[in-house]
T-cell receptor, first 115, second 112 residues
Framework: SQKIEQNSEALNIQEGKTATLTCNYT??????LQWYRQDPGRGPVFLLL?????KEKRKERLKVTFDTTLKQSLFHITASQPADSATYLC??????????????FGQGTILTVHP | DTGVSQDPRHKITKRGQNVTFRCDPI?????LYWYRQTLGQGPEFLTY????????KSRLLSDRFSAERPKGSFSTLEIQRTEQGDSAMYLC??????????FGPGTRLTVL
């Protein structure tokens, strides 16, 4: 069966360090992979999207990699700040037809950046 | 445009009652999605629309759930004969085609 795993439920790091979050999937051939941030009591907020033919995407302090051979995406936040503390969700978007946009989410990783 | 809005933000109901939630998407978006999220889990897909057409409904969704998007604008999600297992955050999102999805603040449902 299809499975998406974010390999840490919680990650604690010191301010200024790089946070690295992992998303692994099995039995799935996503066309797009997306990362979202969610704060308590709020809806997810889109951060980055990477396509299956792309290896890496960057946006300011954020970097995403996508390895379709390993079936893994890594999400990096450099020079982390306490304001980066939140739950980070990866989401897979299937191939083809009209099924695009039907996202399957991982369970999320709670990131805490300590001052 | 102020983004995706959902109403109500919180709903407490007794088991067996019907509830209806509303979602107003970003006006130029043609796609509208409903997800459900329970504590400690990521959002789970329920159903989605392209304009007014409902494209797919999750197999996990029982017949007690129904959604509409009349005229391709706002959407409603109705749950009939609520059960305690329906307690969750119900999230609505919208997008233009395959672009990123913009989520609303959610409606938190508690079934007593």
């Amino acid at each position: 069966s299809q499975k998406i795993e974010q390999n840490s439920e919680a990650l604690n790091i010191q301010e200024g360090k790089t946070a690295t979050l992992t998303c692994n999937y099995t039995n799935y051939s996503p066309a797009y992979l997306q990362w979202y941030r969610q704060d308590p009591g709020r809806g997810p907020v889109f951060l980055l999207l990477i396509r299956e033919n792309e290896k890496e995407k960057r946006k300011e302090r954020l970097k995403v990699t996508f390895d379709t051979t390993l079936k893994q995406s890594l999400f990096h936040i450099t020079a982390s700040q306490p304001a980066d503390s939140a739950t980070y969700l990866c989401a897979l978007d299937p191939f083809g037809g009209t099924s695009y946009g039907k996202l399957t989410f991982g369970q999320g990783t709670i990131l805490t950046v300590h001052p | 445009d102020t983004g995706v809005s959902q109403d109500p933000r919180h709903k407490i109901t007794k088991r067996g009652q019907n509830v209806t939630f509303r979602c107003d998407p970003i006006s130029e978006h043609n796609r509208l999605y409903w997800y459900r999220q329970t504590l400690g889990q990521g959002p789970e897909f329920l159903t989605y629309f392209q304009n007014e057409a409902q494209l797919e409904k999750s197999r996990l969704l029982s017949d007690r759930f129904s959604a509409e998007r009349p005229k391709g604008s706002f959407s409603t999600l109705e749950i009939q004969r609520t059960e305690q297992g329906d307690s969750a955050m119900y999230l609505c999102a919208s997008s233009w085609g395959r672009d990123e999805q913009f989520f609303g603040p959610g409606t938190r449902l508690t079934v007593l």
